[in-house]
């Protein structure tokens, strides 16, 4: 805390405890009120200007600093002024006072908790956001919360200082009303409790339960209106309909199928989508394959000579989709037929928000979900559409390999692909925009991969980007691809290639199945727009996985798919908010770059302060045994805390290590829980435990160990006095010498 807020905060904390001090509380109580009326009502006849000012002053002051008084203001106010003029002051003192308690909270406050516990408030400042106009609104109306909490918890919120104004003026306006009321028949009142009774109490809590009310009716009037051109039908053939058989749809139908609901999977191309065709399963088979390579080279290391070793491109792109034909029948029709799941091949059409076409038959249903997935973004880079590029969809369609290949995009498919490739023997450029690879994770993070894909023979271009491709026919005949890659400084680089690999990112499947003509919103991103709940503006029309974002990651998609499958099935009843908050992801290089939660980089960005614990991989037994010493785990936790905030992994097997952080932070367990475990030695897995240790250590209690310390001290000279040995310590092992020990039995025996 800077040096003006502890002024500040002194301050109000003097002033306050004037207040105290002075007891200055025993002028505002009921009985003085009624006391003081008839002096007081004279003073205000005399100079009612004056006194208007000096009573709206002292409001303000009692409620800025919190202090008990302003009841008892309000009903001397209302006795002395009347009904509407104390209503007016009251009214604008209040707020006005209330404002002043919730800047002082923000100011001295806020960024201390935000910081501290920013990521446990994520959502609530999240929700303030959005809707914290409707939260104080009630706050306000409803006289069982106590006012002045609610101005100091809401100056620790987002919530601005224009908005808190207004809607405490509005909101406050019905209970102050009630009090005033009371006021002017001060001398009536004997106790305070009497003012608010139950009927009352019962119609303000319901006043304030009427934004909420307002809220959910605007909420049905919108969807009616959204509705209003399409016809509903009067029975439906299904519960649900699925488009796309990647993961997100995979898991809905079935999801759907396994609480016995009828459910229809349409899927235009194969079943399992981009991971299994494309992606995940053949891009690790690759991987695998560079990995054998790998270690092949680095056979001699080990003691073990091996003759010359070739790759034979064809079995390597065999193996893989071999690979992919023994995964295939997970997803296969078949599996999910016996399911419960009706599985139609061809091209859907939302014709409705409760119907949809495929093969001329039209099928009614209550819910659709939309698992679309997302496709390779392809550039608009003069001259890309005359050379020779791949994606990630193309690439396995490969059979020979490409001796020059050229990578754009350093992030993990293009980090993937450049190191297998230039494993097996491919001359491998990666080109990266960027300052460095994978720019989402911490640098040290990604330094670590850099440093390993160079050593395996990509060169790697930072701060490059491409600005033209060109195809020509060369003096000796030779067809030659060249692209012009241009540097932060301008500068031009030629290189020349026999394949371009395009890594870019992906963009969503919005367009071509009806979305258009039922006008679904989409992001900035290109994404389908949704909600908490995964809803498009048609509420029972559900998006999960690439189509939806944020993250394109398989095991993300199933995730939303649970949350899209019961909120559409069981919606009515309960619905339930998708938690992205700890989503692990891997990038599967050799080292492999594993994180969950938050890195550095996100912690900087949120304004979240951090302790930061690293263990070096380098230094484990089972690492050293399999020549895998290298990278380390990082992890995040607050200040003083061992709570996990997030954890990122560098190293052999890094995905499979980032399993007990994940566990860890889903279930609230921190680094003293995964230090108090016992792991297997020698195992990978320790590498958690003795990061764990690491925390601990930094964090040990130096002021208790500093007596725990001399209380061994103390033991050790008391060891040393003869009358406070028993009998048999002369026959005791101990850290004396043992001409000591013999000097002591020597005396005892005198």
């Not at 009347?82 to 001295?108: N, P």
């Not at 590498?687 to 033991?715: C, F, I, S």
Request: hydrophobic share 45%; proline share 4%; charged share 15%.
């Amino acid at each position: 805390m800077n040096r003006k807020k502890i002024v500040v905060a002194g301050l109000v904390l003097s002033l306050i405890g004037l207040w105290i001090g002075f007891d200055l509380g025993q002028y505002f109580t009921l009985a003085q009120a009624k006391n003081q009326q008839v002096a007081l009502q004279d003073t205000i006849a005399s100079h009612p200007l004056l006194s208007s000012l000096l009573f709206f002053a002292l409001y303000v002051t009692i409620t800025a600093l919190s202090v008990p008084g302003a009841v008892i203001m309000t009903l001397l106010g209302a006795a002395l002024f009347g009904f509407w003029w104390s209503l007016l002051l009251i009214s604008f003192a209040s707020t006005l006072g209330a404002t002043l308690a919730f800047l002082f909270s923000r100011y001295i406050l806020r960024d201390w908790v935000q910081q501290r516990f920013g990521h446990r408030l994520a959502a609530i400042n999240t929700g303030i956001e959005k809707e914290g106009a409707f939260y104080l609104f009630t706050l306000r109306l409803i006289p069982i919360f106590p006012f002045f909490l609610v101005n100091l918890l809401m100056g620790l919120t987002p919530i601005s200082t224009r908005r808190f104004y207004l809607v405490s003026q509005i909101g406050m306006l019905a209970g102050t009303a009630i009090y005033i009321n009371a006021g002017t028949q001060l001398g009536q009142i004997d106790t305070l409790t009497g003012i608010v009774s139950a009927p009352v109490l019962i119609s303000l809590v319901l006043l304030g339960l009427f934004p909420l009310i307002a809220k959910a009716v605007m909420t049905w009037i919108k969807q009616r209106r959204v509705y209003a051109q399409w016809k509903k039908p009067e029975h439906f053939d299904q519960n649900m309909v699925v488009i796309g058989a990647g993961a997100g749809g995979l898991v809905s139908a079935y999801i759907a199928a396994a609480v016995k609901a009828k459910v229809t999977l349409i899927e235009r191309h194969k079943m399992g989508g981009d991971c299994l065709n494309t992606g995940c399963v053949p891009s690790k088979a690759l991987i695998r394959a560079a990995h054998t390579m790998s270690e092949i080279t680095k056979a001699h290391e080990f003691g073990i000579t091996t003759g010359p070793v070739t790759v034979n491109f064809q079995q390597v792109m065999a193996r893989v989709h071999k690979v992919i034909s023994k995964i295939e029948p997970h997803d296969s029709v078949s599996r999910y037929t016996d399911l419960g799941v009706n599985c139609i091949q061809g091209d859907a059409t939302v014709l409705s928000p409760w119907e949809v076409e495929v093969n001329g038959q039209r099928i009614t249903t209550r819910n659709i979900v939309i698992a679309t997935g997302a496709r390779p973004l392809v550039p608009h880079i003069p001259g890309l559409d005359t050379v020779n590029y791949l994606t990630s969809d193309s690439i396995w369609g490969l059979r020979e390999q490409p001796k020059r290949l050229l990578v754009l995009g350093g992030g993990p498919i293009g980090c993937e692909l450049a190191q297998s490739f230039s494993r097996l023997g491919s001359e491998v450029t990666l080109v990266e925009m960027a300052d460095q690879v994978m720019i989402r994770e911490d640098s040290d993070a990604a330094a670590v991969v850099a440093n390993k894909l160079a050593k395996d023979g990509v060169n790697i271009k930072t701060g490059h980007k491409a600005v033209s491709f060109s195809s020509f026919t060369n003096e000796q005949g030779q067809q030659i691809q060249q692209a012009a890659l241009e540097d932060s400084n301008g500068q031009i680089v030629e290189i020349e290639f026999d394949a371009v690999m395009v890594a870019l990112g992906r963009v969503a499947n919005v367009t071509g199945f009806g979305l258009e003509q039922l006008g679904i919103t989409t992001t900035e991103r290109g994404t389908v727009a949704v909600n908490d709940y995964l809803q498009t503006q048609y509420p029972n029309i559900f998006a999960v996985g690439d189509v939806a974002g944020p993250f394109q990651l398989t095991h993300a998609a199933a995730h939303q798919a649970w949350y899209a499958a019961v909120n559409g099935l069981f919606g009515q009843f309960k619905k339930f908010k998708t938690d992205y908050s700890v989503l692990p992801a891997v990038t599967y290089t050799a080292p492999e770059l594993a994180r969950v939660g938050l890195n550095e980089k996100d912690a900087i960005a949120k304004g979240i302060a951090f302790d930061v614990v690293t263990y070096g991989i380098d230094d484990l037994d089972r690492a050293i045994t399999d020549g895998t010493d290298e990278g380390f785990i990082k992890v995040l936790t607050p200040k003083g805390k061992d709570t996990i905030l997030g954890a990122t992994i560098v190293g052999h097997h890094a995905g499979e290590l980032l399993a007990e952080f994940t566990l860890a932070m889903r279930h609230g367990l921190g680094l003293n829980k995964i230090l108090g475990t016992v792991h297997p030695y020698p195992t990978m897995s320790e590498a958690a435990k003795y990061t764990a240790g690491e925390w601990k250590r930094a964090n040990a209690p130096q002021g208790l160990l500093t007596w725990v310390k001399k209380y061994h001290d103390w033991m050790r000279h008391e060891a040393k006095q003869p009358d406070t040995q028993p009998p048999q310590a002369h026959t005791q092992s101990t850290s004396a010498s043992t001409a000591d020990v013999k000097q002591n039995t020597e005396a005892k025996r005198a």
